[in-house]
């Protein structure tokens, strides 16, 4: 059994971890107080109340229906902790924690798992983004009349087993190479013209100087 205590977003509490269920009355915790189930898998998170009862808090989605006992706060989780922060900013709470989250959970046990790998310094590894193709053609099957844009999601989309390697792995070119290659297709051209134009005014020279 561990306690740590924590002051955050002006609120002041105490952190309990244990193994199991905790039980009323057995961890002497005050209202407000939050207990961390780390036994094993799924973790679970609980609130102290006024009667040394405890509710069970599963995400933030949710916290509404967890609320702090005493004051107008909702928990809320972050990659250190979970804090107890004014209800109001509920929207904004949320909007944060699955934008960070990702594809995850929201769940209880997934903020846990989050808390913990950041005290043992595990951190996940980021998801390397490829950069769009300068050049894209457009698609056969794309409808301009009808407004949808199947194409481009079915582009954007990707299959379930794919995985950033097999992402990496997709070839592109380097701007400059495409401007170099753009550039001597130009040269060329300009060439062949200077070429055509020598070719037509040898033959008006030599047809005027026939009569």
Same mark, same amino acid.
């Given at each position: ?27 002497? %915790? ?8 780390? &036994? @094993? /898998? ?7 109340? !006024? ?56 769940? %209880? ?8 790998? &950041? @005290? /043992? ?7 390397? !983004? ?82």
């Amino acid at each position: 059994m561990t306690q740590k205590v924590i002051e955050a977003a002006g609120c002041r509490f105490t952190e309990h971890r244990g193994e199991g269920m905790p039980v009323r009355g057995n961890l002497f %915790a005050k209202p407000g107080d939050i207990y961390f189930d780390v &036994q @094993e /898998r799924p973790y679970t998170v609980w609130v102290c109340q !006024i009667d040394s009862g405890w509710n069970q808090w599963t995400s933030m989605a949710e916290s509404s229906g967890c609320k702090h006992p005493e004051q107008d706060r909702i928990l809320c989780p972050s990659v250190q902790r979970l804090a107890w922060v004014p209800i109001s900013g509920y929207n904004g709470y949320l909007r944060q924690t699955n934008l960070r989250l990702g594809k995850r959970i929201d769940a %209880a046990d997934t903020h846990i798992k989050i808390i913990l790998d &950041q @005290e /043992r310094g595990l951190k996940p590894v980021p998801q390397r !983004i490829l950069e769009p193709s300068p050049v894209r053609p457009p698609s056969s099957n794309s409808s301009v009349d009808d407004g949808e844009d199947d194409g481009e999601d079915e582009q954007l989309a990707q299959p379930e087993g794919m995985t950033s390697s097999a992402v990496e792995d997709v070839p592109t070119k380097p701007m400059a190479e495409i401007m170099a290659e753009i550039r001597a297709d130009f040269e060329d051209r300009c060439r062949t013209m200077r070429n055509q134009n020598d070719d037509i005014q040898k033959a008006l020279t030599t047809s005027s100087g026939t009569w």
